[in-house]
T-cell receptor, first 108, second 119 residues
Framework: AQSVTQLDSHVSVSEGTPVLLRCNYS??????LFWYVQHPNKGLQLLLKYTSAATLVKGINGFEAEFKKSETSFHLTKPSAHMSDAAEYFCVVNKLIFGTGTRLQVFP | DAGVIQSPRHEVTEMGQEVTLRCKPISGHDYLFWYRQTMMRGLELLIYFNNNVPIDDSGMPEDRFSAKMPNASFSTLKIQPSEPRDSAVYFC?????????????????FGEGSRLTVL
């Protein structure tokens, strides 16, 4: 069985502070994991992906995620939020199973 | 490459009318996906094709929905008759299977979506 859970539907941070978007997954085989970002009225864009290589994955715009098998997690982080990071973020397992999304708000 | 192209970007129609959404995938991609996005249900996979053949249509909500891919560069999603609860943003995405990797590792490239409003 495959599933993905995004633990927070909304996250609010101040500009310049760290971002943490949480994702837990379930997969009956070694998973591929993705994070996508969706800006308002736009399609989704790939931020980063894990496909059984290095467990710490770096993506675009300063985002990174760490695959932790023991915790079945793939949390997305960024050291310092930017106003332009405000968007909806989706965690995806095995390419097709999307989480419900986390809306990130960034305050000045 | 122009990316995945969807049309129309916006459509407003009345209940009972037929709606046809169109998608042109990225040239050379061999997978095509149709998703529906609503506030209530998030992103739902409706159907996907591999080499123009439907592989999994278990997400298609009911018989009013149908999808075709007559060739590698074109797909349609049709709703007949449409109902207000079909109002959503419909996304098309395409993907390339990397020869050395399993099929679930390819990145999805999304179009900008077709926003459908059924009155």
């Amino acid at each position: 069985a495959q599933s993905v859970t995004q633990l927070d539907s909304h996250v609010s941070v101040s500009e310049g502070t760290p971002v943490l978007l949480r994702c837990n997954y379930s997969s009956s085989y070694s998973p591929s994991l993705f994070w996508y970002v969706q800006h308002p009225n736009k399609g989704l864009q790939l931020l980063l992906k894990y496909t059984s290589a290095a467990t710490l994955v770096k993506g675009i715009n300063g985002f990174e995620a760490e695959f932790k098998k023991s915790e079945t997690s793939f949390h997305l982080t960024k050291p310092s939020a930017h106003m332009s990071d405000a968007a909806e973020y989706f965690c995806v397992v095995n390419k097709l199973i999307f989480g419900t999304g986390t809306r990130l708000q960034v305050f000045p | 490459d122009a990316g995945v192209i969807q049309s129309p970007r916006h459509e407003v129609t009345e209940m009972g009318q037929e709606v046809t959404l169109r998608c042109k995938p990225i040239s050379g991609h061999d997978y095509l996906f149709w998703y529906r996005q609503t506030m209530m249900r998030g992103l739902e996979l409706l159907i996907y094709f591999n080499n123009n053949v439907p592989i999994d249509d278990s997400g298609m909500p009911e018989d009013r929905f149908s999808a075709k891919m007559p060739n590698a560069s074109f797909s349609t999603l049709k709703i007949q008759p449409s109902e207000p609860r079909d109002s959503a943003v419909y996304f098309c995405a395409s993907s390339l299977v990397h020869n050395r990797g399993p099929p679930n590792t390819g990145e999805l490239f999304f179009g900008e979506g077709s926003r459908l409003t059924v009155l």
